[in-house]
């Protein structure tokens, strides 16, 4: 017997990360996107930490992931964990000599709407720096390393809610199939192009003129 053996290894922290977001979120997918990995990292993580475990914490279906009674009982310690960790992200970064406000928003909220006032919001920080992250979807703040989030939302009433401007939605074109077009259900003859992170856009629209494309 070694005098010195070496000390066991727990799961990789990568690994545990993982787990947690797949559990707490439902999807592999889901936990991915939270991640900035690919779901397919998700699963071979969650492989990773299942044989080190010796035990099964998803369910796998063909409709999706299931957590078993290990995975159930893993979760909540794991969330809490991470939740700590992120707090105490939080708190060392505002021990910076140099702060920065790091701002999460969508592509076009950033070009159309913030970048016009990002002079004043300069303006207003003094000596903090500024940082501007254009993301598809909403950070979950707790976890990421985000001081504001500005993205499209239904207003709630929330007390706590500010709305900064109504959002507008309208059709484009080409000027050449401007010049066919005479009425809105001309729109039925042409070929309509969607968006993949917006494609509710043209039910929106067609419903709320009372069109059936």
């Not at 059709?171 to 010049?179: F, L, M, T």
Request: neutral net charge.
């Amino acid at each position: 017997m070694a005098l010195a053996p070496p000390r066991p290894k727990g799961p990789p922290l990568n690994a545990l990360r993982a787990f947690e977001a797949a559990a707490r979120l439902g999807s592999f997918a889901a936990a991915a996107e939270e991640l900035s990995v690919t779901a397919g990292a998700i699963s071979q993580h969650i492989k990773q930490i299942e044989g080190w475990a010796g035990t099964t914490l998803f369910v796998r279906r063909a409709q999706g992931v299931a957590l078993t009674s290990a995975g159930r009982t893993l979760l909540a310690p794991l969330t809490l964990a991470f939740d700590n960790i992120s707090d105490a992200t939080s708190l060392l970064r505002t021990l910076s000599p140099k702060p920065t406000l790091n701002i999460a928003t969508l592509p076009s909220i950033a070009q159309l709407w913030l970048q016009p006032r990002l002079a004043q919001v300069r303006a207003a920080l003094g000596a903090t720096s500024l940082s501007v992250y254009a993301l598809e979807t909403p950070p979950d703040m707790r976890r990421a390393p985000f001081d504001c989030s500005l993205f499209l939302q239904k207003p709630t009433g929330s007390t706590h809610e500010t709305v900064l401007a109504q959002d507008s939605l309208l059709p484009v074109c080409a000027p050449s199939v401007a010049a066919r077009l005479k009425a809105p259900q001309d729109l039925a003859n042409e070929t309509l192009l969607y968006d993949e992170s917006w494609h509710d856009d043209w039910p929106i629209w067609t419903k709320a003129h009372g069109l059936s494309l």
